[in-house]
Each structure stands twice: as structure tokens, then as C-alpha cells.
T-cell receptor, first 114, second 116 residues
Framework: DQQVKQNSPSLSVQEGRISILNCDYTNSMFDYFLWYKKYPAEGPTFLIS?????DKNEDGRFTVFLNKSAKHLSLHIVPSQPGDSAVYFCAASGYGGATNKLIFGTGTLLAVQP | GAGVSQSPSNKVTEKGKDVELRCDPISGHTALYWYRQSLGQGLEFLIYFQGNSAPDKSGLPSDRFSAERTGGSVSTLTIQRTQQEDSAVYLCASSPPGVRGLKTQYFGPGTRLLVL
């Protein structure tokens, strides 16, 4: 059963516009959420995170929004740049602190067109 | 400083052979994780080491898979009697100490395993 879902396998956006990547989760015990970016032939790179006690976290061009009631989070990239083209993974953690393993979504391939 | 390193970067093996994959975490990181990514899939948790605690092996898919972490640093993931469905990218990650640090994992480039 997929506990973290990224329903859009791909997204294409024009340079300078906003990219919005979405993620849904099913486990209400998750208390920490992360976004990772992955280029081909490289490991995922941590991008931004958010704790369940917040509903927004911003870091430069990247903002993550968390809607706990809807069990939904999103990553906004604005303005989008061609170098942002990569696969973006949403991940969730937290089962009361016993372990810190991450549960990942299947990823969304973002293509930013020049 | 140096990031997480993994070796080999690529491994091709025949069905039934054993393979060992190595991970060198970031210096000072106390937690180490193994994941794998099969074609078209997300990252699947395999095993987690934290300090001297017993590892969380809940993600290992079968008893053909095992991992150890020596001296709290380098880790080796061993797959015995490999099968074609073991073909995947195996990723190692580490995270620094502290409650918040444990939540953020830093990944290596992965080992691409192909079982023929």
C-alpha cells in the first residue's frame, strides 16, 4: 500500500513560471515531510522540509505547503529555471520517534522549458 | 566536506551469485540507511542503523539480504544468491546526530546492480 503518493509522473513548465508539485499521504502518524531532487545517475539531494506543526516553510525560490487535514503537501518553485529540471521526490517520516526511515513517493519528473 | 560515497558505482552479476555493496557515510553522521529504487518505482527503505542500537531491518525483502555496519561508520549490504528482481539502484544515506538531524538524510550516488 503506497503511503506517500505523487499522482503526477511528470510536469512541464515554462522558465520563469511557477512549478507546483503535489504529494498526498495516508498515514496520520507522519510528522515530518521532505522534498528531494534527483538528477540522473545521482543520489537524491535534500531540498526542503516541513514539520507537521507548521503549514508553510520557505527557502529562497522553494516553498513547501502542508495541509494536514487533507493529508496533502505541495512544493512551489518560483520562478522556475531550466536547472530545476529533475525528478522530485516527496518523503515522509515519523512513527513516534522509534525510527527515522523515510517513506518516499514515486517521484515527479519536472521539465522546465527555456 | 566529502559526501556519502558508495562502491562500486555499477555492478553486473549473474543470477545466483553473491554481491557486496559498500557505503561510506559522511564523517560524524551517526545514522545510516539503505534504500533501493527499482525501475519506475520510488525509493524503498531496506535497513537503518543508529549508533549502537539494534538495526531496523523491517524493509529487507528476504533473508538473502543482510547488512552490517562496522565501527559505526562503513556499511556493507550483502545480497546472497542474487535474483533478477534484485536489479535496482541501491542507495545509501546518512544523517547527523540530534533529533532534527536524524530527520534529514544525505544520499550517496547509488550502486546500479544488474542481475543477468
Amino acid at each position: 500500500d503506497q503511503q506517500v503518493k505523487q499522482n503526477s509522473p511528470s510536469l512541464s513548465v515554462q522558465e520563469g513560471r511557477i512549478s507546483i508539485l503535489n504529494c498526498d499521504y495516508t498515514n496520520s502518524m507522519f510528522d515530518y515531510f521532505l522534498w528531494y531532487k534527483k538528477y540522473p545517475a545521482e543520489g537524491p539531494t535534500f531540498l526542503i522540509s516541513i514539520s507537521s506543526i507548521k503549514d508553510k516553510n520557505e527557502d529562497g525560490r522553494f516553498t513547501v505547503f502542508l495541509n494536514k487535514s487533507a493529508k496533502h503537501l505541495s512544493l512551489h518553485i518560483v520562478p522556475s529555471q531550466p536547472g530545476d529540471s529533475a525528478v522530485y521526490f516527496c518523503a515522509a517520516s515519523g512513527y513516534g520517534g522509534a525510527t527515522n526511515k523515510l517513506i518516499f513517493g514515486t517521484g515527479t519528473l519536472l521539465a522546465v522549458q527555456p | 566536506g566529502a559526501g556519502v560515497s558508495q562502491s562500486p558505482s555499477n555492478k553486473v552479476t549473474e543470477k545466483g551469485k553473491d554481491v557486496e555493496l559498500r557505503c561510506d557515510p559522511i564523517s560524524g553522521h551517526t545514522a545510516l540507511y539503505w534504500y533501493r529504487q527499482s525501475l519506475g518505482q520510488g525509493l524503498e527503505f531496506l535497513i537503518y542503523f543508529q549508533g549502537n542500537s539494534a538495526p531496523d531491518k523491517s524493509g529487507l525483502p528476504s533473508d538473502r539480504f543482510s547488512a552490517e555496519r562496522t565501527g559505526g561508520s562503513v556499511s556493507t549490504l550483502t545480497i546472497q544468491r542474487t535474483q533478477q528482481e534484485d536489479s535496482a539502484v541501491y542507495l545509501c544515506a546518512s544523517s547527523p546526530p540530534g533529533v532534527r538531524g536524524l530527520k534529514t538524510q544525505y544520499f550517496g550516488p547509488g550502486t546500479r546492480l544488474l542481475v543477468l
